[in-house]
């Protein structure tokens, strides 16, 4: 499928999961063109793509999700999102970890320790969440 002429408003990842629906199509498969889109700056399509690879059990693609979203990692211009989310982020590492990723539960871990210091800071929305979340 040619996606150089679709819109980064996700058409072109719409396009591919719908071409792909009929073929079962493997969320590795998901994974890699997630990838090539989020390489080329399509960050609306990859970003759609990473979501359906997780969802289909894919624990790099959530990996990436969370990363994109937990403030030590996201990057201003390099994702779908306009800001951290802490709730994502916790959201995408625990699909990650049950999706068998190691490195989430450190992630995980880090994640609370830094929601943990906001707290002492006196952050009201860091401690509901660790309230929420333990």
């Known amino acids: 499928m040619d996606t150089s002429t ?12 719908a071409d792909a629906a009929g073929e079962g199509i493997a969320p590795e498969a998901v994974f890699a063109q997630a990838q090539e889109f989020q390489s080329r700056g399509r960050f609306a399509d990859a970003w759609l793509l990473y979501f359906s690879a997780a969802r289909d059990g894919h624990a790099g693609a959530a ?31 625990q ?22 210091t906001s707290a002492r800071e006196g952050d009201e929305q860091a401690a509901v969440l660790l309230e929420q979340w333990k």
């Open 63 to 93: 990996m990436v999700l969370a990363e994109q979203a937990d403030p030590r990692f996201f990057r201003a211009g390099a994702t779908a999102l306009s800001r951290p989310d802490v709730v994502q982020a916790h959201k995408w590492y």
């Open 95 to 116: 699909q990650a970890q049950r999706n068998g990723s190691k490195l989430a539960s450190q992630r995980l871990q880090q994640l609370l320790a830094d929601l943990e």
């Open 6 to 17: 679709v819109k980064n408003d996700g058409d072109a990842a719409r396009n591919y999961l």
